[in-house]
Nanobody
Framework: VQLVESGGGLVQAGGSLRLSCFAS????????MHWYRQAPGQEREFVAT???????NYADSVQDRFVISRDDAKDTVYLRINNLKPEDTAVYYC??????????????WGQGTLVTVSS
């Protein structure tokens, strides 16, 4: 399993970015996908989820500005971030997991993509 994020960079406050996460090594269309972020000196936090059926859920702090989507034909999940704020500065990680028939949790993370927002 591999998850490869891209799309981060340095942007000015008020701008927008679209992060991408290309997945391989598993049946992408059957899995929920998640985005997390980790700001400097802070713990990793949940950002957004999209289920295999396209249902979405967001952290309260990003509800109005972040949009998660997926393209199963491209095995890719996206995170659109609008109206970027300096507090959005973080490394953004793609994640997926599943529970096997034996009850074991299989969880995978990408390497992360850095988003830096200047004020």
């Amino acid at each position: 399993v591999q998850l490869v994020e891209s799309g981060g960079g340095l942007v000015q406050a008020g701008g927008s970015l679209r992060l991408s996460c290309f997945a391989s090594g598993f049946i992408f269309s059957l899995n929920a996908m998640h985005w997390y972020r980790q700001a400097p000196g802070q713990e990793r936090e949940f950002v957004a989820t999209i289920t295999s059926g396209g249902h979405t859920n967001y952290a309260d702090s990003v509800q109005d500005r972040f949009v998660i989507s997926r393209d199963d034909a491209k095995d890719t999940v996206y995170l659109r971030i609008n109206n970027l704020k300096p507090e959005d500065t973080a490394v953004y990680y793609c994640n997926t997991f599943w529970i096997s028939g034996t009850g074991k949790r299989h969880e995978y993370w990408g390497q992360g993509t850095l988003v830096t927002v200047s004020s």
